[in-house]
């Protein structure tokens, strides 16, 4: 089975966009925006992993960037 790329599970789940836009304190726009680009600004990119891990109970090793 192919990991789920974090581009792919930010497009389709607007609750953990929602939630990692209010942790990271930015507009939920800009996350649907990183999804579609496929690119995470770097200074964003150690919280957002960690909120995913945390919200979705996944290693990452569970998916790729």
Do not use: C, E, G
């Given at each position: 089975m192919k990991k789920p790329q974090?581009?792919?599970?930010?497009?389709d789940n607007y609750q953990l966009?929602?939630?990692?836009?209010?942790?990271?304190?930015?507009?939920i726009v800009n996350i649907e925006r990183w999804a579609q680009r496929k690119s995470i600004p770097k200074w964003y990119q150690d919280?957002?992993?960690?909120?995913?891990e945390t919200e979705l109970k996944l290693s990452r090793e569970h998916f790729e960037c």
């Open positions: 974090i581009f792919d599970i930010l497009q966009r929602k939630i990692i836009s209010d942790k990271l304190n930015t507009r919280q957002l992993f960690s909120i995913i």
